[in-house]
């Protein structure tokens, strides 16, 4: 059975850094494309970020370039989301999905709040 | 960025209806098109793959229709657990996009 479990969420001031990870297992993590997808309270869902199966090559939405990094560690099956310079606006439930263009497993989500 | 644009926003529904939920697309997507749907309070799944492709596990009342710009995802027979938001989203170009979603209600 696919899992994926986030964490690392919780309550951070504007400007300050967090870092997300979600742990994978019931499948061969390293053949696969992992992807970031966030939702605001209330709101829709949002691509944030991919990251290829070797890691290679990365890939971000527009407003999160710069300061967000994904990355991941096949040998511990677990992806991450570093997150620098929060704003406001980058409140948010983040789901850890596996991605194949489109996105057929999803985690848990975390929730991130930034507020002083 | 490919705008999606659902509709409609929110649909109230019988048990037992057949639905139509609409997606379209700013450009065309060719089929890469996945429809998902969100129960209150849970993470999104996958319910349709490739605009008409069914996925195991999702109830065979569920499907999906269309290529290029103008999509479909239909329910034959509504039932209450399906009180949820679906979401149409498109693979063919990043970034990936949703659209906003349609609240699916139960009169």
């Known amino acids: 059975e696919v899992q994926l479990v986030e964490s690392g969420g919780g309550l951070v001031q504007p400007g300050r850094s967090l870092k997300l990870s979600c742990a994978a297992s019931g499948f061969t993590f390293s053949n696969y494309y992992m992807a970031w997808v966030r939702q605001a309270p209330t709101k829709g869902l949002e691509w944030v970020a991919s990251?290829?199966?070797?890691?290679?090559?990365?890939y971000y939405r527009d407003s999160v370039k710069g300061r967000f990094t994904i990355s991941r560690d096949n040998a511990k099956s677990t992806l991450y989301l570093q997150m620098d310079s929060l704003r406001s606006e980058d409140t948010a439930t983040y789901y850890c999905t596996r991605e194949v263009q489109l996105l057929d497993y999803w985690g848990q989500g975390v929730m991130v709040t930034v507020s002083s | 960025d490919v705008v999606l644009t659902q509709s409609p926003a929110t649909l109230s529904v019988t048990p037992g209806e057949r639905i139509s939920l609409s997606c379209r697309a700013s450009?065309?997507?060719?089929?890469?098109l996945h429809w998902y749907q969100q129960k209150p309070n849970e993470s999104p799944r996958l319910l349709i793959k490739y605009a008409s492709q069914s996925i195991s596990g999702i109830p065979s009342r569920f499907s999906g229709s269309g290529s290029g710009t103008d999509f479909t995802l239909s329910i034959n027979g509504v039932e209450l657990e399906d009180l949820s938001i679906y979401y149409c989203?498109?693979?063919?170009?990043?970034?990936?996009?949703f659209g906003s979603g349609t609240k699916l209600e139960i009169k």
């Open positions: 990251i290829t199966n070797s890691g290679g090559s990365t």
């Open positions: 450009e065309s997507v060719d089929t890469y």
């Open positions: 989203q498109q693979g063919n170009s990043l970034p990936f996009t």
